[in-house]
C-alpha cells in the first residue's frame, strides 16, 4: 500500500509540472501584451516597457517559468529594479492589476469554494445515491418513474437557469433567503444557520445538477448488481433485506459512483464557475473568470493549477476507498 | 469602470450597457416624487426623459448612518499615485484630498475650488510657474500636520512609473525635470526641480511650458499628500494614509472595505466635503445582475445601498422595473466624462469626401438604440461632452450637416460612383461593438460603400489601433480628465507624431503642423473658444472621426439615500454629497 502510495504522489507532481507547464505556455506565451494593455491613457513605449519588467515579462519564457516554479517551493524576489520585495513561498507571483499576492487571493476564495464544494457535494451524493438506490429498488414503479424524471430534467438544465430561477422565486420574490453574503466563509464563521442559508441555493443548483447523474449510474448499477448470483444467495441464506441490499448490493454498486464523486468533488473544489457568479461567491472559479477578463495571468494560472492539483488528488483518494471498498482490488 | 476601463468596457460588451436592448423605459418620467420620508426628489435639470441632472431627495444635511456599496470586482488601486479609475476615484476623494478639487455637484456645473490650498494659483508672467499656499491646520488621520512637502513627494511618486504603472502622467509630461529625475527610489539623491516647498505651507510648480489650466491639472490624486515615513511602495495600495474625512478601518480585497471618519480631519478646513454618513460599507464580489435586483428590491439593508458599478449595474431585465413609481423615484442619471467615436483613419481613407460620406451615411440614433437608448446616451456631434459644454463661453457644436438617423442616399451621391471597400476593426468579444458594426455596414452599403470587418484579438483592440497598421474604422473614445477643452481637443485631435499618444485616428500623420501649432497656442492662452473653433473645423472639414454617443451613468439607490445624483467628473453615483436618513 506504501508503494502504491508513494507511485501516486509522484505521478501527481509529474502531472502537475505537466500542467504546469502548458498552462504557463498558453498564457504567458500567447499572442496577448500583457505589458501593452495595461498601459492607458498617455502610454508610450518607454512605459510599455517599464511595465514589462515591472510585470517579469522582459525575461526569456524559460527562466519566467523556472523563477515561477522556483517560486512556488521557495519563494522569490519580485518587481521592478526600485520597487523589489520577497514573495514567501508558495509564491504564485503578483496580481498584474493590483499587485496583491495571488496566494493571498487564493487563501481568500478557498474558503468560498470549499463552503460551496463540501455542501452542493454531501446534498447530491447523499440523495442521488440514495434516489437512486430506491429507483433500483422499485424499478418500474412510480418511485422509480418519479426519479428518472427528476434526473433527466437535473440533466437537462442548465446551472444559470436554475440558479437564477431560485434566486428570483425564493430570494426575491418570496424573501425566504437572504443574497449570498461574501463574510460568510464557513460554518463557525459566523455560524452553521447562517453558513447554511447563505449557500444553500448554490448547493441545490449544484445538486440537482449533478446529482442527476448520481441518480442515474446509482440505479443503473443497483439493477445490475441486485440481479447477480451473490445477490440471489445472500437472499436464500436468510439475510434481513437491509443487509443484502446496502451491504452486498450497495457496496458493490457504488465503485463506479466513487470514480465519479472523486472526479466531480476535484472539479467543484477548482471553482464552480457559473454557480459562483450567479450567487456572487467569490470562489475561485469566480475570481478565474474575472481575472481572465483582466488578463491576470498570475491568477488565471494558480486557480487553473489549483484545479489540476484537487482533480488529480481526489483521483488518488478514489483509488485508495477502491481498495477499501473492493477487496479484490486490494489483491491486486 | 474606471476611465480606460469605459472605454474598454464598451468595447468589450461586458457591461449592462453592452447588451442592453432598446429601452422603452428611457421615456419613463425621472421627475416623480420622492420616496417616504425626507424632501421631495428635484427635478431632471432640463426636465429631461432620460433623468439626467436629477437628484433624489435633495438638501438632506443630517449627519450619520452608514452607506452600503455594493461592488463586483474589486478596485484595481486605492494608492493616490496609481488610483486612475471612476469607481476608486470617487472614494478616494472620501480619503484623500488634493491641493485643488473639482467641485461637481450632481444636477450643477463643474467647477475648480481649492482643497488643500488656501486659494487657486497664483501664475507667473508666462504661466510656467503656479504657486499655491496651503490651509493651516491640515492633518494626516494619525495626527501628522500635512505640509508641503508630503505633497512633494506624492508629486515625486509619480515620476516612479517603474513601479506604479498606471497612475495620471500629467506630472511626469508637464513639469521641468532637467536632471533626468526618475522617482523617489530610482533618484534617490535628485531633486524634483519641478516642485519647490520654500517653507511647510508653499508649494511652487514649474512646468516646462505655459500651463493655464493648472489649478485644474493639479486636481488629480498626484498631488494627494504622502507621508514619506508610511510609504511603502506597492502595499501603500492596501493602506494609504487619510488625509480626508475618512480614514480605511478595514481592508479585505475581493472582500470587503471600511470607511470610518477621520477624527484629525477638521471639517474647517474643508468645504468641499459634506462628510455625511459615519461610515461607507463596500462590499465586492457581487454578480453584476444581483446587484442590480437588489438595489430594484430595495429590502433590509439595500435601502441604504448605492453602486459604483458601470450603468449603476442595471441590467435588461430590470429596465422596465425602473417605470414602477417606487423605483423611479430613486433612479437618477448623469452624463459621463465620455465622448464615443468612430474613428476614420485619415492616412488609410486618404480622401476627404469618402470619410464625409461615411459620415453622413450612419445612423446614429440606431447606435444610441445599441447602447440601450437616451438612458444609456445620446447623439453627440463633438467630441465635447455636454459637462464641460456648460462651461465653455458661447459653446457652439461644429455643425456637421448630418442626420442623426443618416443619409446613404446623399453620401451616394458624394461618392459620385466612386467605388470604396473599407476595413472596419472590431474586438472579437464585443457583442455591442459587433453589433454597431453591422449596423455600420448596413448603412455603408446602401451609399454603395463596401465594408469588410475584421475581428481584432479583445487583449490587443487598442494596441492594433495605436499601431503602424491599424483598422480603416473602428470604434474609440475619450473621457476627460478635467472639464476644459485642453483636457480633450489636443489627445483626441493632436496626439504625438510618432503615435504614442491615445490618439487613434493617425490624425497626427497628416503632418498637418500647423494645426497642432494651433492647438498649443491656443492651450497656451487658455482660450477655450478658440480651441473650440479649432475643433470644429477638424471635425467637419478634415473628418478624422465621427462623433457617435455621449455616454450617462443610470443608477438606482436604495430608499434611505439621500442627496443622490451622478458626479460629472467620475460618472459615477456621488458619494461626497451623498447623505443617509438613519
Known amino acids: ?332 | 469602470m474606471n476611465r480606460r476601463r469605459v472605454m474598454v468596457a464598451t468595447v468589450a460588451g461586458t457591461a449592462a450597457v453592452a447588451l442592453i436592448a432598446a429601452c422603452s423605459s428611457s421615456k419613463s418620467n425621472n421627475n416623480g416624487g420622492g420616496a417616504s420620508g425626507g424632501a421631495s426628489s428635484a427635478p431632471a435639470s432640463a426636465g429631461n426623459a432620460a433623468g439626467l441632472g436629477k437628484v433624489i431627495q435633495p438638501g438632506y444635511t443630517t449627519k450619520g448612518g452608514t452607506v452600503n456599496i455594493l461592488s463586483d470586482a474589486n478596485f484595481e488601486h486605492l494608492d493616490p499615485v496609481n488610483n486612475y479609475v471612476t469607481n476608486s476615484g470617487e472614494l478616494g476623494r472620501l480619503i484623500y484630498r488634493t491641493l485643488t478639487f473639482i467641485e461637481d455637484t450632481p444636477g450643477g456645473k463643474p467647477a475648480i475650488k481649492p482643497d488643500l490650498a488656501e486659494n487657486l494659483g497664483t501664475p507667473s508672467a508666462d504661466k510656467k510657474t503656479w504657486t499655491y499656499k496651503l490651509r493651516t491646520g491640515l492633518k494626516f488621520e494619525d495626527g501628522t500636520p500635512i505640509t508641503s512637502k508630503d505633497i512633494k513627494y506624492a508629486v515625486e511618486r509619480s515620476f516612479a512609473t517603474d513601479i506604479y504603472k498606471d497612475g495620471a502622467t500629467y506630472m511626469t509630461d508637464l513639469l521641468e525635470n532637467p536632471n533626468g529625475y526618475a522617482g523617489p527610489y530610482a533618484s534617490p539623491t535628485k531633486d524634483l526641480e519641478g516642485v519647490q516647498t520654500p517653507d511647510d505651507n508653499t508649494i511652487v510648480f514649474k512646468y516646462a511650458s505655459a500651463q493655464p489650466e493648472s489649478d485644474w491639472i493639479l486636481s488629480l490624486f498626484y498631488t494627494a499628500p504622502v507621508p514619506k515615513a508610511k510609504d511603502d511602495k506597492q502595499n501603500y495600495d492596501f493602506h494609504p494614509v487619510s488625509s480626508g474625512p475618512y480614514k480605511i478601518s478595514s481592508y479585505t480585497p475581493d472582500k470587503s472595505l471600511t470607511l470610518v471618519r477621520n477624527s484629525n480631519w477638521d471639517p474647517a478646513s474643508d468645504p468641499n466635503r459634506p462628510a455625511l454618513p459615519d461610515s461607507f460599507v463596500e462590499t465586492f464580489g457581487i454578480d453584476l445582475p444581483t446587484i442590480s435586483q437588489r438595489l430594484i428590491a430595495d429590502q433590509g439593508a439595500d435601502k441604504n445601498a448605492v453602486t459604483l458599478e458601470n450603468s449603476g449595474a442595471l441590467q435588461n431585465a430590470d429596465l422596465p422595473k425602473i417605470k414602477d413609481p417606487s423605483v423611479n423615484a430613486r433612479f437618477t442619471n448623469g452624463a459621463t466624462p465620455c465622448v464615443d467615436y468612430e474613428v476614420l483613419n485619415v492616412q488609410k481613407i486618404k480622401d476627404v469626401n469618402v470619410r464625409k460620406a461615411i459620415a453622413m451615411a450612419i445612423n446614429r440614433q440606431a447606435i444610441a438604440t445599441v447602447y440601450g437608448g437616451a438612458i444609456f446616451g445620446s447623439v453627440i456631434d463633438t467630441i465635447v461632452s455636454p459637462s464641460i459644454q456648460s462651461t465653455v463661453p458661447n459653446f457652439a457644436p461644429p455643425n456637421l450637416g448630418l442626420k442623426p438617423t443618416g443619409d446613404p442616399a446623399a453620401a451616394k451621391a458624394m461618392l459620385n460612383g466612386q467605388s470604396v471597400t473599407i476595413h472596419y476593426g472590431v474586438a472579437n468579444t464585443s457583442v455591442k461593438q459587433k453589433t454597431v458594426a453591422t449596423q455600420i455596414q448596413n448603412d455603408l452599403k446602401a451609399a454603395g460603400i463596401n465594408v469588410v470587418i475584421d475581428q481584432i484579438p479583445q487583449s490587443s483592440y487598442y494596441k492594433t489601433l495605436r499601431s503602424s497598421s491599424p483598422p480603416d474604422m473602428a470604434r474609440a473614445g475619450w473621457c476627460w480628465d478635467w472639464p476644459t477643452m485642453a483636457s480633450v481637443t489636443p489627445p483626441v485631435l493632436g496626439g504625438n507624431a510618432d503615435l504614442t499618444s491615445w490618439n487613434a485616428n493617425n490624425f497626427s500623420m497628416t503632418k498637418d503642423t500647423t494645426v497642432f501649432k494651433n492647438i498649443a497656442a491656443d492651450v497656451s492662452s487658455a482660450n477655450s473658444s478658440g480651441l473650440n473653433d479649432i475643433t470644429n473645423q477638424q471635425l467637419s472639414q478634415v473628418w478624422p472621426l465621427l462623433t457617435t454617443i455621449s455616454s450617462n451613468d443610470p443608477n438606482v439607490v436604495g430608499s434611505n439615500i439621500r442627496n443622490g445624483g451622478v458626479s460629472t467628473i467620475f460618472g459615477e453615483i456621488d458619494l461626497n454629497t451623498m447623505g443617509v436618513q438613519h
Open chain 1, 1 to 332: 500500500m506504501l508503494r502504491f502510495l508513494i507511485r501516486r504522489f509522484l505521478a501527481l507532481i509529474a502531472l502537475l509540472i505537466a500542467t504546469s507547464i502548458v498552462t504557463f505556455l498558453l498564457f504567458f506565451a500567447g499572442p496577448s501584451d500583457v505589458a501593452a494593455n495595461s498601459c492607458g491613457k498617455g502610454c508610450t513605449p518607454e512605459r510599455i516597457q517599464q511595465a514589462r519588467v515591472a510585470l517579469g515579462l522582459d525575461k526569456p519564457l524559460v527562466v519566467q517559468y523556472l523563477e515561477y516554479m522556483k517560486g512556488l517551493v521557495a519563494g522569490r524576489e519580485m518587481g521592478p529594479p526600485n520597487g523589489r520585495y520577497w514573495c514567501s513561498w508558495p509564491c504564485f507571483g503578483t496580481s498584474f492589476q493590483n499587485n496583491r499576492p495571488v496566494w493571498d487571493i487564493i487563501k481568500t476564495a478557498l474558503p468560498f469554494t470549499l463552503s460551496i464544494a463540501i455542501g452542493a457535494a454531501a446534498i447530491f451524493l447523499i440523495f442521488g445515491v440514495g434516489i437512486g438506490v430506491t429507483a433500483a429498488l422499485h424499478r418500474g414503479k412510480w418511485p422509480d418513474k418519479v426519479a428518472v424524471a427528476i434526473s433527466s430534467l437535473g440533466v437537462s438544465l442548465p446551472a444559470p437557469f436554475i440558479g437564477l430561477l431560485f434566486l428570483w422565486i425564493v430570494v426575491s420574490k418570496w424573501q425566504l433567503l437572504p443574497y449570498t453574503s461574501n463574510t460568510v466563509t464557513s460554518p463557525w464563521n459566523p455560524d452553521p444557520w447562517t453558513w447554511f442559508k447563505n449557500y444553500l441555493l448554490a448547493w441545490l443548483t449544484l445538486a440537482l445538477i449533478f446529482g442527476a447523474n448520481y441518480v442515474r449510474l446509482t440505479r443503473a448499477n443497483m439493477i445490475e448488481t441486485m440481479g447477480e448470483d451473490y445477490i440471489r444467495t445472500a437472499r436464500a441464506k436468510g439475510l434481513p433485506s437491509r443487509t443484502v441490499t446496502l451491504k452486498h448490493g450497495l457496496r458493490a454498486a457504488i465503485t463506479p459512483v466513487v470514480t465519479v464523486f472523486g472526479l466531480d468533488l476535484g472539479a467543484l473544489l477548482g471553482g464552480a464557475v457559473l454557480t459562483e457568479t450567479i450567487f456572487s461567491v467569490p470562489g475561485l472559479g469566480r475570481t478565474a473568470v474575472n481575472a481572465t477578463f483582466n488578463q491576470d495571468l498570475p491568477i488565471v494560472m494558480a486557480v487553473v493549477l489549483f484545479s489540476a492539483f484537487f482533480i488529480i488528488f481526489a483521483n488518488i483518494i478514489v483509488d485508495i476507498l477502491y481498495a477499501v471498498i473492493d477487496p479484490r482490488v486490494r489483491l491486486n
